[in-house]
């Protein structure tokens, strides 16, 4: 082709796909709502991190999260902008646009080819690369009988409108046959790339799903208000539909924390997706749910009240010793060059004295009691302990577990998932800034908040009324129980929760029989007849990526 018609051919993709891509609003009618499979009810700074996959050579199961090494630090965009600056959005393509590497635009001027994606003879990664709008990048697995790959998909902005906004989703696919089961995963948060549970437990593929707006799968520029519930759950449809011509078995869904409440939010609107979903450690919470507070009053029975009354004179003994302690929290935050300034310190210092409280029936065993001290502490101690069992960083403006890494999950959850009401009435007038440790006070400033109530009473309503093949997995000790799911009148569905579990809660942790009989079920929904044996003694595997995640478990999985 002369250069000439190249360049015509060029021109022509330009113009219009620039009118398709470029566009970040287009105004005009009111768009038409998503689409629904048929359900009723009401609608309701940091480096990216390790693409790589990871595996500890454990057949642990992990609760639907990565195994160890990934690091938790890095997040894929620059620590101060909390969140809202996607990188390499919907119109950057991070290429030429005319002749060199393929550009986005060229690529989705590509209606892909749907022959070689259902071609059985090709192999995984041309079959792939040949999917509209997806990139992939073949990476080692270090896994007998996996390939893995580390893609990326074109999503609207906005699924009510396609033609506007456009940005690329990560991806990470852990490929063992076309035949084999599929496990669809997600953190709720960002990519996790290890094997779960489902995944080591059915010898299954996996495809594992960074959650919008959690960079770099975030549009830029950003509009908040298409970070909901419907749409991230229209993401998780196309990317299902996308692979279903190579993948045409068994679709399983799976997630914690998060996580879980993701997969359980796609499976409402597009239940036909998918053939069954674990959830493990799932809230369904409410605006300042007052059932998180009662809980954690009495978490653990008349066993652990003693343990209760060590950790409240710990945070009693912080409060009276306030103006030392912030000294040394200035100290702390001079040191590590962190900032507090969208709470402010003394706000900081009461907030993780709450939250040290619900970390530690969240993440630790009760076994470590034992390390919360009163007044015979030293304020270094008493500092240290908090940091231990929440981490100081939780409650900085940037960095690991920060407020502004996880800035898009504070939105949600003041905008449609709900948070916990705080639980400090106890600690009397010590408490300086009363109901202001919530998801509101942690969202990004500036952004306007109205919290829809009725998209988690359509969710409960949903699954109450019209659910089936679901599996909740839940921790005796773990805070977040409190809002656990009610099945009603869930066809095929159940509720299991670890004795003495946290919120590393998973399958392998159930005591017999319930164990083989939750396995039993995932066996039949995926349709299989054999499964991996379970380790004989199951640990703890906590999420990958969570805010107030204690720093010794950022990163860290048991092995």
Sequence with gaps: MSSRGRWSRCSFVLISLGVLLVQTACGGDKPTPLPDS?????????????????????????????????????????EDDAGTDGGSGGTDGGGSMCGGATSLYERLASPGDARVVADTTEDILVRLSAIPGLTVEERSSGVSGYRYFLMSYDQPADHH?????????????WHKSDTAPMVLSTSGYYLSTGRTELMQLLG?????????????????????????IQQSAADFHRVVQAFKPIYGGRWLSTGASKGGEA?????????????GTVAYVTPIARADDARFPAFQDAVGGAEQAACRERIHTF??????RRPEMLDLLRDYASRTGQTFNQLGLDKALEHAVIETYFAFWQYSDPSECELFLGPEASNQYLLDAMNYFVGLSTFADTGSGSIGRFAAYYYQAAVELGWPRPYEDFLGSLIYFPNTDIAPVYSP????????????????????TQGERLLFIYGELDPWSAAAYSLGNAQDSYVYEV????????????PEPLRTQAQDTVRRWAGVTTMKRVPTVP???????APHLPPRLRGHQAP
């Excluded at 359900?39 to 990871?54: A, L, R, T, W, Y």
């Excluded at 996996?206 to 909901?228: G, V």
């Excluded at 997969?263 to 053939?275: L, T």
């Excluded at 640990?539 to 990526?545: N, T, V, W």
């Design 315 to 320: 945070q009693r003994t912080v409060l009276e």
């Design 204 to 228: 299954a593929n996996q495809l594992s799903i960074e959650h919008r707006f959690f960079p770099p799968s975030i549009p830029s520029p950003a509009d908040w208000s298409q970070l909901t």
């Design 38 to 78: 048929g359900v009723q009810g009401p609608d309701s700074g940091m480096k990216e991190p390790s693409p790589d996959p990871v595996d500890s050579g454990s057949p642990t199961g992990d609760a639907g999260i990565p195994d160890a090494g990934i690091p938790v630090e890095d997040g894929g965009q620059s």
């Design 445 to 464: 400033p500036g952004l306007p908040l109205v919290f829809q109530a009725q998209a988690m009473q359509d969710i409960q309503d949903w699954v109450s």
């Design 263 to 275: 997969v359980v939010f796609f499976r409402r609107f597009y239940p036909q997706d998918i053939d």
């Design 539 to 545: 640990r703890p595997q906590y999420p990958e990526f």
């Design 161 to 173: 409108r396609p033609e506007c906004q456009r940005f690329t989703q990560r991806l990470a696919l």
């Design 499 to 510: 004795p003495g579990g946290n919120h590393g809660a998973s399958i392998s942790q159930l």
